[in-house]
């Protein structure tokens, strides 16, 4: 039975893309090799031995850290419907980043729960999810570990979140949505979302949108002060 390796399980208000205002239950997965710079989970990239406790500690964590506990599929649902006080709606599956971890037992089973998992990804990692899954894919182009996007994560996505801080970065995703055209065809389920809330990648963000038909993700849950 494959376990996965979970950083923290929460529950709170979705504020990003499709689902903003959607309650959710976050599960978060450890581990990641992209290496982005101005990444706010940093805790999450490595995979210790000395960082794994039990499940009840991990669950009882109320910050920040790098410690994780390994859990079945079953025992991820079990504590997601717990946190909840029900089964929750939505459950977001998110890292670090989690397609590093085999993800189809899990999202099989999440929608066989009757919740619609949510997987939030890089796209660095070919995907193995469920057909139910709604895939976020925010591109993690040219990170100091050079991981490239993989051309079938970008296939299967259902949205495409890009963070922005400056004006390259609005050129590096008109870039990376030329370069797999033939992947994403026509959709324009493209989300802009301006980098630490700063004023000017707001603007820019704004203005972009609106030059291209495209969507503004601004992180409501950070607006609201919930996790």
């Given at each position: 039975?494959?376990q996965?390796?979970?950083?923290?399980i929460?529950?709170?208000i979705q504020?990003e893309?499709r689902?903003?205002?959607?309650?959710s239950?976050f599960v978060r997965l450890q581990g990641c090799?992209?290496g982005?710079?101005w990444?706010?989970t940093?805790?999450t990239w490595?995979?210790?031995a000395?960082?794994?406790?039990?499940?009840?500690?991990m669950l009882?964590?109320?910050?920040?850290?790098?410690s994780?506990?390994?859990?079945t599929?079953?025992?991820?649902i079990d504590s997601?419907?717990?946190?909840?006080g029900?089964k929750?709606a939505?459950?977001?599956?998110?890292?670090?980043?989690p397609?590093?971890?085999?993800?189809?037992?899990?999202?099989t089973l999440?929608?066989?729960n009757?919740?619609?998992p949510?997987?939030?990804?890089?796209?660095?990692e070919e995907l193995?999810?469920?057909?139910?899954t709604?895939?976020?894919?925010s591109p993690?182009?040219d990170?100091?570990?050079?991981k490239?996007?993989?051309r079938?994560?970008?296939?299967r996505a259902n949205?495409?979140?890009?963070p922005?801080?400056?004006?390259?970065d609005?050129?590096?995703?008109?870039?990376?949505?030329?370069?797999f055209?033939?992947v994403?065809?026509?959709?324009?389920n493209?989300?802009l979302?301006?980098?630490?809330q700063?004023?000017?990648?707001?603007q820019?963000c704004?203005?972009?949108?609106?030059?291209?038909?495209w969507h503004?993700?601004?992180?409501?849950?950070?607006?609201?002060?919930?996790?």
């Open positions: 039975m494959q996965y390796l979970v950083n923290e929460f529950y709170t504020g893309a689902f903003t205002g959607h309650p239950v090799g992209v982005c710079p990444c706010d940093k805790h490595d995979r210790h000395r960082d794994i406790v039990s499940i009840d500690a009882a964590k109320t910050g920040d850290g790098a994780y506990a390994a859990m599929a079953q025992e991820i997601a419907i717990k946190m909840a029900r929750p939505l459950l977001t599956i998110t890292g670090g980043e397609a590093e971890q085999p993800l189809n037992e899990l999202t999440i929608a066989k009757g919740i619609h949510q997987l939030e990804t890089s796209g660095t193995d999810v469920s057909p139910d709604w895939v976020t894919l993690k182009i990170m100091p570990n050079r490239p996007i993989q079938q994560a970008v296939f949205e495409i979140k890009m922005v801080g400056k004006q390259r609005v050129e590096v995703l008109k870039a990376f949505l030329q370069e055209r033939d994403i065809g026509p959709r324009q493209i989300w979302q301006p980098l630490s700063n004023p000017k990648a707001t820019l704004v203005d972009t949108a609106m030059a291209n038909g503004l993700s601004m992180q409501t849950h950070k607006y609201i002060g919930v996790r």
